[in-house]
């Protein structure tokens, strides 16, 4: 057994001066002709020597064609003068490009009707909670895997009046729907929200959408689904079932930072999601309204007001293009392969504790290692250049994320630092 103490960290002041290649002993191996054969994709993501880059659930790596693109767009938006004019209203107007693109590539129902991009899920989060009309009185429920971004807006919508609910998402399966119906029965005469992941972030379990969606339409409650840990890594389809469902493109999704989104169910919006906070659409800058009562013809911009980073939001087109392009190869398949594939080999090893359901369509590994604080393993995974993602409450665990540029020597590396250590 290796020793666990924690004196191998770089203290503060030396990692100021740091300026060595940030793991000095490990390097991701190289890729394998017969890899590149089989995963042509890899290539675009040179990225990867430098280190085993398994935090695709935090932030995506950019393919190269991908990055090109980001680039030349924002050429092309200065050499054009960025607020000439001339070319802004082009500018709004390619966007819509990348608006199709993503309705094509969720498979939604209603094509680009409800789909709104935002900068970030957070964004998107509080758009779409702080739009749905609740009663004082509403019952809200969530569940104990979720991130801060969502816990944060239901904790302000959770006033004096409105109750509360933690509901355990265990393993996403038919425990949680029975679960959540329980609570439902009881809360009957309030009805609320339930605001939830498609995808833990945690454990990379999965809810199956349309049922969460028909549950609490059945009882009438609203439903939000928080989807960003989904596009890429499932199926979004089911989600828009939901009254709203976030989308997200920087983290599986291959987009740079900057690229997420709301689906807001335009049956909803019709009645009863009004937005909480506006911004000038195409009406308002056509004709100056004669009074502030009557309103103005609103679009879709409306929620995405101000001076955006247009060319931002034109490169998640050419992510989702790039991922479609190498679908009939499995690129989709790629990465939850790796991981189920680790987590299968994880599971036989006595001293781990597998967090993430082991046969999960997801990319997600979440587990910890006797005896080890997750502060050494975490450690320890980055002597062996493995970039991950710490997991705290109610978890305490390591989280390790594959993308599409990892291969097979990934996982193997992953397996030797945990048997070195076990
Ligand atoms: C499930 C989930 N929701 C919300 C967020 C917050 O995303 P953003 O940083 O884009 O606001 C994250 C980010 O990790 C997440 O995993």
Known sequence: MKDKS????????????HRGPLFASARSQPVTENEIMRYPWIQDFPQTNDAIYLNAGTLSLIPLPVMEHFIGYWQQWNREGAGNPLHYEAWHERVEQTRASLAAFCGSPQGEEGLHLTSSVSDALNFGLLGFSLSQDATIITSDQEHPALIAPLTALCTSGRSGHIVPYGQGGEDFLDRLEAILKTSRHHPGLVAVSHVSHMTGAVLDAQAVADLCHRYQVRLLLDGAQALGQVPVAPGFAADAYILNGQKWGLAPVGNAGIYINPSLARDDWHPPAYGPSDGFW???????DGGWTSNRRKLEYGTRAW?????????LEYRTQWSNLGFEEHASRLARSLRQAMSTMPNVTLWSPIDAPTATVTFSLAPYTTHQLSQALNQAGIVHRLIGMPIDAVRLTFGPWNHDAARDQVLAALHQLS
Do not use: I, V
């Open 311 to 319: 060319p931002t939001w034109m490169a998640w087109k050419d992510a």
């Open 6 to 17: 924690d004196d191998t960290q770089e203290t503060p002041e030396a990692a100021k001066h």
């Open 286 to 292: 056509s004709e100056y309204p004669a009074s502030l």
